[in-house]
């Protein structure tokens, strides 16, 4: 079966953007990577482009069955409660892509 990739932009403000850093690689992505068949997770800070948001997370899930469950589970709304009490309601945004080849 197909991959699937789920991305996740975030703007942070610079005052919070060392605890930002250290919290969503010391622990938001480990517990992600808790879910079963979450497969990989990178992180990415944007260095060139129009884009409005400096930080881009990648998800990869190792179906999009499992992905869609994963956006119903009670695990994606813990991780998102979570950000919103440390960071606030920062500007986001997400997507996802189902790989088509090869």
Known sequence: ?????FVVKATISKDQEA??????NEEHCPQLLQYKGAVSARRYRAILGEDKYQYMALYE????PTFR????????K???????AKFGASERARA??????P
């Open 1 to 5: 079966m197909a991959t699937v990739l």
């Open 19 to 24: 605890a930002f850093n250290r919290w969503y």
């Open 61 to 64: 899930f190792q179906d999009e």
């Open 69 to 76: 469950r994963f956006l119903e589970s009670t695990q994606l």
């Open 78 to 84: 813990d991780l998102k409660t979570e950000y919103d």
């Open 96 to 101: 996802a892509y189902v790989q088509v080849w």
